[in-house]
C-alpha cells in the first residue's frame, strides 16, 4: 500500500508568487492535516480537513488556504510568498479527526522562497 | 491552549534505555498522547500512542501518569541508529477548531 504522497518533493519560488503543494492520503483515511516546518523546529500546525470539510486552522495568515478533494486528497495554497515561508511542508493523513490511531506523515515539499 | 515541553536534547551510549519526558499540563480530556520520530529530510513517523497508563510495542514503551499531564518515552537499549529527533503530540480543541501541538522536539545522540 502506498504510504501519503506529497508533490512536488521541492520547490523554488520567487517572493511573491503563489504556491500550491499537493497530498495524496493514505487508502481508507479521510483525514488531512499540514504542517510547515522551519529548519531546527517542530513542525508547526496549519490545517487540517475531515470528510472535506476543515476542522481546525492554526495561527497563520490568511495568504495560507487549502482545501479537501471527493477523494480525500488535499491541497495547500500559498499566495504572495514571503522569505519567511521557505519552509518543509509536511501532511498527514489519518482515520479520524482526532488521529486515535495515529497520524502518517508524508515525507514533505521543501519550499525555497528566493 | 495545549502547550508541551521536553527537553532539547539528550545523549547515550549504544545499548542503553534512553527516557524522555514530556509535560503537557492542558492536554484535553479524551485526547491521545503520540511520540514520532524524525530524521533528517523525512516526516515523522509513529512510535507510540496511548491515552493512560502503560502501552507497550515492539520499539518502545509509553508512560502516562494518572493525571496525564505528562507523557514519558522509553526506548530499551538504543542503537545509533536511533540518532533522532522525538516529539510527542497532543490535540487541543479551542479557537480554530481542533488543532495538533508538536513539541519543539528532543534531539537524542546515541554515541558508540
Known amino acids: 500500500d502506498a504510504g501519503v504522497t506529497q508533490s512536488p518533493t521541492h520547490l523554488i519560488k520567487t517572493r511573491g508568487q503563489h504556491v500550491t503543494l499537493r497530498c495524496s492520503p493514505i487508502s481508507g483515511h479521510k483525514s488531512v492535516s499540514w504542517y510547515q516546518q522551519v529548519l531546527g523546529q517542530g513542525p508547526q500546525f496549519i490545517f487540517q480537513?475531515?470528510?472535506?470539510?476543515?476542522?481546525g486552522r492554526g495561527n497563520f495568515p490568511d495568504r495560507f488556504s487549502a482545501r479537501q478533494f471527493p477523494n480525500y486528497s488535499s491541497e495547500l495554497n500559498v499566495n504572495a510568498l514571503l522569505l519567511g515561508d521557505s519552509a518543509l511542508y509536511l501532511c498527514?493523513?489519518?482515520?479520524?479527526?482526532?488521529?486515535?490511531?495515529?497520524?502518517?506523515f508524508g515525507s514533505g515539499t521543501r519550499l525555497t522562497v528566493v | 491552549l495545549a502547550k508541551t515541553t521536553q527537553p532539547i536534547s539528550m545523549d547515550s551510549y549504544e545499548g542503553q534505555e534512553v527516557n524522555i519526558t514530556c509535560s503537557h499540563n492542558n492536554i484535553a480530556t479524551n485526547d491521545y498522547i503520540t511520540w514520532y520520530q524524525q530524521f533528517p529530510s523525512q516526516g515523522p513517523r509513529f512510535i507510540i500512542q496511548g491515552y493512560k497508563t502503560k502501552v507497550t510495542n515492539e520499539v518502545a514503551s509509553l508512560f502516562i501518569p494518572a493525571d496525564r499531564k505528562s507523557s514519558t518515552l522509553s526506548l530499551p537499549r538504543v542503537s545509533l541508529s536511533d540518532t533522532a529527533v522525538y516529539y510527542c503530540l497532543v490535540g487541543d480543541i479551542g479557537t480554530g477548531g481542533f488543532k495538533t501541538i508538536f513539541g519543539a522536539g528532543t534531539r537524542l545522540f546515541v554515541k558508540a
Open positions: 480537513y475531515y470528510e472535506k470539510e476543515e476542522r
Open positions: 498527514a493523513s489519518s482515520f479520524g479527526m482526532t488521529g486515535d490511531y495515529g497520524y502518517t
